[in-house]
């Protein structure tokens, strides 16, 4: 059982400025807590054992956000930014993972309410290692709140709870930000800074990137104004 996730806190949040002046993106309050703290705590109630969170700008606000969530909580501080994929490739190197189990991996600015399942528990149960490099958490595009992007990947059988995927320009559905990766794709990797979606799509090219539909509610929020939306929603 998939036990071990990553975080990935270390962006600049530029567009959500002046929010983000201040403070990472990731610690912009959603409700009492903010999107970092309830991602976190998700992962717990699903009984996940290891938790590393990255962290660039204003890194001591993140260590001081997850303090309470010692030992299970980690943050790796890095002194340039990595992206997401040499972010991830940074913590393999530095042994901050306990076993070679593949790993959840969830933006730190990302939110949605288990309203139909819990989305990481299905994701899990879903993941084939047999067939699989990357298993990504998917919405289609009309559904995603505050999403107004063109589309990321068009999944090959909708008759399957899991589907191979393909990137499409103007596709219907969109990456959540939530994922599956087996990390041994990354160990031949020589860049240190590299985006994550490069995996993607080398997996897409070996056939190994499936992906499955989520039906619970997750909301995009990547400016001050879809925030305000957010918040008039949910009063």
């Known amino acids: 059982m998939i036990e071990e996730a990553m975080i990935f806190a270390a962006g600049l949040g530029k567009r959500m400025l002046p929010l983000t002046k201040k403070i990472p993106k990731p610690l912009i309050k959603i409700g009492k807590n903010s999107m970092l703290k309830n991602n976190i705590e998700k992962l717990l109630d699903a009984k ?18 997850v303090k309470s969530f010692s030992p299970k909580v980690k943050v790796i501080v890095e002194e340039e930014r ?15 993972f306990n076993t070679k189990e593949p790993i959840i991996l969830l933006n730190g600015d990302v939110f949605w309410i288990d309203q139909n399942f819990k989305s990481l528990d299905r994701i899990r149960e879903l ?6 490099d990357q298993l990504i958490c998917l ?32 596709s219907s559905y969109v990456f959540t930000g ?5 990390s041994s794709i990354l160990k031949k990797n020589k860049k240190t800074i590299f985006s994550i979606k490069e995996k993607l799509i080398e997996s897409s090219e070996k056939g190994k990137l499936f992906g499955f ?14 925030l305000e939306k957010f918040k008039k929603r949910f009063r």
């Open 82 to 96: 990595l992206e997401t994929g040499g972010g991830l490739l940074n913590a393999i190197k530095k042994n901050s």
């Open 178 to 182: 939530l994922q599956i990766i087996n």
């Open 48 to 65: 996940f054992k290891n938790i590393i969170v990255n962290a660039f700008f204003h890194s001591q606000l993140i260590i001081n956000e």
């Open 139 to 170: 919405k289609q595009k009309g559904e995603y709140f505050g999403y107004h992007g063109e589309g990321d990947f068009e999944m090959l059988d909708l008759k399957k709870q899991s589907t191979k995927l393909t990137f499409k320009k103007n």
């Open 213 to 226: 539909l989520d039906t619970n509610p997750w909301f995009h929020i990547g400016t001050v104004e879809d």
């Open 127 to 132: 993941w084939d290692p047999s067939k699989m």
